[in-house]
T-cell receptor, first 118, second 109 residues
C-alpha cells in the first residue's frame, strides 16, 4: 500500500524548453501532495505543497511562475518546469500522505525524476 | 531556526558489525520524526514514524528510538543489502517536514 509513482524517471531537454513531471498515488487518494528537489549529497528541499482543487503553496525562494504545479485530481499532481535552464538540473521527487493509514502525517515518496537540462 | 543534523555523514561497517546513526534536531514544536532509507537514484523509502520521547519502533535489523533532542537508528548485525543513505526528517508544521543530509551507510561483506 501507499504507492506513489512518477513519470518520467529521467528526462533530458534543451535549455529554454518546458518539462512536465507527473506524480500519481496508485492505491490511495491524496488531497495533498508535495514536491521536493534534491541536489547531489544534499537534503531533500521542499519546493511546494500541492492541494487538490486549489493553488499550490510555494516555499520561500521557489519561483511559482517557473515551477507550475497542478493538482487536478485526488491521484495526480504535475510539476512543469518552464523555460528550463542548466541550473534547474536536479532530482525531483514527489510525495503524498495516505489519509487512510494509521499515521496520517507520514509522507510516501515516489521514485524521483532526474532532469538534465543541456 | 528549525534544523536537523545527522551524524556521521558516512559510515563503513563490516557485515555483522552493529552500530547506531544519530539524528539531532532543534525545532520549535516536534510533531513527528521520520526515518527513511534512500538508495542511489531512488526516492526515499519509509521506515519509521516516532512521535514522543521514549518511543521505539523496530523492523527487521533496524530499531529507531526518540528522545527530546535526538533520535537514533540502531542497526543490528547488518548485511550488505542494508547499504544505503538513511535520512531523518522532522515535521515542523502540518504540511512541512525538513530533512537532514543523511548518513551514507556501507556494509562490507
Amino acid at each position: 500500500g501507499a504507492v506513489v509513482s512518477q513519470h518520467p524517471s529521467r528526462v533530458i531537454c534543451k535549455s529554454g524548453t518546458s518539462v512536465k513531471i507527473e506524480c500519481r498515488s496508485l492505491d490511495f487518494q491524496a488531497t495533498t501532495m508535495f514536491w521536493y528537489r534534491q541536489f547531489p549529497k544534499q537534503s531533500l528541499m521542499l519546493m511546494a505543497t500541492s492541494n487538490e482543487g486549489s493553488k499550490a503553496t510555494y516555499e520561500q525562494g521557489v519561483e511559482k511562475d517557473k515551477f507550475l504545479i497542478n493538482h487536478a485530481s485526488l491521484t495526480l499532481s504535475t510539476l512543469t518546469v518552464t523555460s528550463a535552464h542548466p541550473e534547474d538540473s536536479s532530482f525531483y521527487i514527489c510525495s503524498a500522505r495516505d489519509p487512510g493509514r494509521g499515521s496520517t502525517d507520514t509522507q510516501y515518496f515516489g521514485p524521483g525524476t532526474r532532469l538534465t537540462v543541456l | 531556526e528549525d534544523q536537523v543534523t545527522q551524524s556521521p555523514e558516512a559510515l563503513r561497517l563490516q557485515e555483522g558489525e552493529s552500530s547506531s546513526l544519530n539524528c539531532s534536531y532543534t525545532v520549535s514544536g516536534l510533531r513527528g520524526l521520520f526515518w527513511y532509507r534512500q538508495d542511489p537514484g531512488k526516492g526515499p523509502e519509509f521506515l519509521f514514524t516516532l512521535y514522543s520521547a521514549g518511543e521505539e519502533k523496530e523492523k527487521e535489523r533496524l530499531k529507531a528510538t526518540l528522545t527530546k533532542k535526538e533520535s537514533f537508528l540502531h542497526i543490528t548485525a547488518p548485511k550488505p543489502e542494508d547499504s544505503a543513505t538513511y535520512l531523518c526528517a522532522v515535521q515542523v508544521t502540518k504540511d512541512k517536514i525538513i530533512f537532514g543530509k543523511g548518513t551514507r551507510l556501507h556494509i562490507l561483506p
